[in-house]
């Protein structure tokens, strides 16, 4: 089975501060993306990726950009996190677009 | 403009009961069809999906989806819900050459 994994359950950080969200898959997989669930909103497409050193906006990229230097790994950081970034974060993989997506277990992010 | 509604936002049925969650969408071709389940602190696991052929399809864990062109619907069953079906589902739909698009979820409740 495909796995895609975020480094953290669950994070803690101060306005302000730079932060990392790091995914990596492990099957080989062209394209990633990140998304933000909140209630009620379901999920916003954050940024994606098809290709090693490619991205796409999503709907909501203000306040994040994203790295993919490598296949498997693809990160979300937020510049200089705000209150209103407080979310939980879902990375997903696809192997071709339009294929259904596998996705992490998600970081649940805390600013205060 | 392009939509996917679930139009229920929270439904609780008593276990051993059947289950229907809706889901519609407003595009003007028949995009690709998912329904995905996430449990409390996951992320989401794929339920199954629709491309093409049989309207009715089935998935894991015993759920099944039927696809109707008339009416734009996926409309996600199970016939026999359990207390481990208790979750959030959610449906998507992804239309060639755009991308995937989530419904805002369904919280589904299940009593003894």
């Known amino acids: 089975d495909v796995k895609v994994t975020q480094s953290s359950r669950y994070l803690v950080k101060r306005t302000g501060e730079k932060v990392f969200l790091e995914c990596v898959q492990d099957m080989d997989h062209e394209n990633m993306f990140w998304y933000r669930q909140d209630p009620g909103l379901g999920l916003r497409l954050i940024y994606f990726s098809y290709d090693v050193k490619m991205k796409e906006k999503g709907d909501i990229p203000e306040g994040y950009s994203v790295s993919r230097e490598k296949k498997e790994r693809f990160s979300l950081i937020l510049e200089s996190a705000s209150t209103n970034q407080t979310s939980m974060y879902l990375c997903?993989?696809?192997?071709?677009?339009?294929?259904?997506?596998?996705f992490g277990s998600g970081t649940r992010l805390t600013v205060v | 403009a392009q939509s996917v509604t679930q139009p229920d936002i929270h439904i609780t049925v008593s276990e051993g009961a059947s289950l229907e969650l809706r889901c519609n969408y407003s595009?003007?071709?028949?995009?690709?069809l998912f329904w995905y389940v996430q449990s409390p602190g996951q992320g989401l696991q794929l339920l199954l999906k629709?491309?093409?052929?049989?309207?009715l399809v089935q998935g894991i864990k015993g759920f099944e989806a039927e696809f109707k062109r008339s009416q734009s619907s996926f409309n996600l069953r199970k016939p026999s819900v359990h207390w481990s079906d208790a979750a959030e589902y959610f449906c998507a739909v992804y239309l060639a050459g755009n991308q995937f698009y989530f419904g805002t979820g369904t919280s589904l409740t299940v009593i003894p």
């Open positions: 997903a993989s696809s192997l071709l677009q339009g294929h259904g997506y596998t």
């Open positions: 595009y003007g071709a028949t995009p690709y």
């Open positions: 629709y491309f093409s052929g049989d309207t």
